[in-house]
């Protein structure tokens, strides 16, 4: 769940004050990001060699445990058995992106921002010929067709700044195909001593375990489980944006721009209460806004560039600041 400087400066300004003006960040890194960032680098794979990512389980294993990277390996090796590959052949992977903003009114150029991101993937469908651009989601929650997770997709507009720019590399992208997969929910099953429970005779309750479930058996149910229902756990959608719909966006996005400039001209940095706990948790600065930690205590860190999502390394001193939408 990588955040957009829009969607940050929408969401709340002092977020996107510590995030892209002071440019620090937690120390700690949530296990959802890092589980969906070793996904795409397994699907980039995937995508460019037409085959499952040897030794994926040790992709991440030190960051998400033994118990998430045996989910990933499932994951990606269901996805290989359910799509294959034989119908698209990809064009591009990773598709780093830098364009000017544009002055709706005027067509200018921004002197201060330049709009940047990073494409999942293009690929051309061998039947129909049609190019399209790939978005690679997880998800733990209900992805299935008709769920309020495909209806959000009509306001998304990180799909509306990706067609704009597939478009403007020279990529005639007919649209956005949507490719979702379900994180399984199972983890290994074990039952703690301490929480063990016995009967009269000695055995225990139903679904308590003596001993730890082995990684091998929880691959296994967990290869049984996606390949019983892989309908569950992979889902595709076709999503359309009229032009008129992006030109819309590319206002929006050049006033949200020229707001960022007057914030940050005026020094003013307004906290959005209705946002400290967005994603049933709570925000990583929240203790910075309460002013229970400050910005010398060693939980934060400068970044070594603004935008980590993509390849430049130069400071933002000394280049335009990237309104980047990932």
């Known amino acids: 769940m990588t955040n957009t ?16 003006e002071e440019g620090i960040d937690s120390v700690d890194k949530p296990l959802a990001l890092t ?25 991440c294993t030190s960051e998400i445990g033994v118990d998430n990277s045996i989910k990933m390996h499932a994951m990606i090796h269901g996805y290989d058995l359910f799509w294959g590959h034989d119908e698209w052949e990809t064009v591009a992977c990773e598709l ?23 494409i999942d993937a293009i690929a051309t469908h061998k039947e129909t010929g049609l190019m399209w651009l790939i978005e690679h989601k997880t998800a733990s929650g209900d992805v299935s067709e008709g769920s309020q997770y495909w209806q959000r997709l009509a306001l998304d507009e990180q799909i ?37 429970k016995y009967k009269k005779d000695g055995s225990l309750y139903k679904n308590q375990r003596s001993e730890d479930e082995s990684e091998d058996e929880y691959r296994a149910r967990l290869f049984e489980e996606i390949g019983s229902n892989p309908n569950k756990y992979y889902v595709r959608g076709e999503v359309i944006r009229l032009d008129e719909e992006i030109e ?7 006033f949200q721009s020229q707001m960022i400039s007057e914030y940050r001209r005026r020094g003013l940095h307004p906290k959005n209460s ?13 203790d910075l806004c309460c002013k229970t930690s400050n910005i010398e205590d060693p ?17 933002e001193t000394e280049r335009p600041k990237t309104l980047c939408v990932i």
């Open 35 to 59: 589980f969906g960032s070793g996904t795409h680098t397994a699907l980039e794979y995937y995508w460019l060699n037409h085959r499952v990512m040897p030794d994926i389980e040790d992709l």
């Open 248 to 254: 819309e966006f590319m206002t929006d996005l050049w």
């Open 96 to 118: 780093e992106f830098s364009l000017p903003l544009k002055n709706p009114d005027s067509t200018g150029k921004s002197r201060t921002y330049v709009l940047g991101g990073k």
């Open 299 to 315: 939980r934060w860190v400068r970044k070594e560039k603004i935008h980590n999502e993509l390849g430049d390394n130069t400071n």
């Open 160 to 196: 509306s700044i990706y067609l704009y720019a597939a478009r403007e590399m020279g990529f005639p992208v007919v649209g956005c195909q949507y490719d979702v997969l379900r994180k399984p929910s199972d983890k290994i099953k074990a039952t703690p001593i301490s929480k063990r």
């Open 274 to 286: 209705q946002a400290c706990f967005d994603y049933f948790r709570a925000c990583k600065f929240f």
């Open 5 to 20: 400087r829009f969607k940050t400066f929408k969401r709340c300004q002092r977020l996107h004050y510590y995030l892209y």
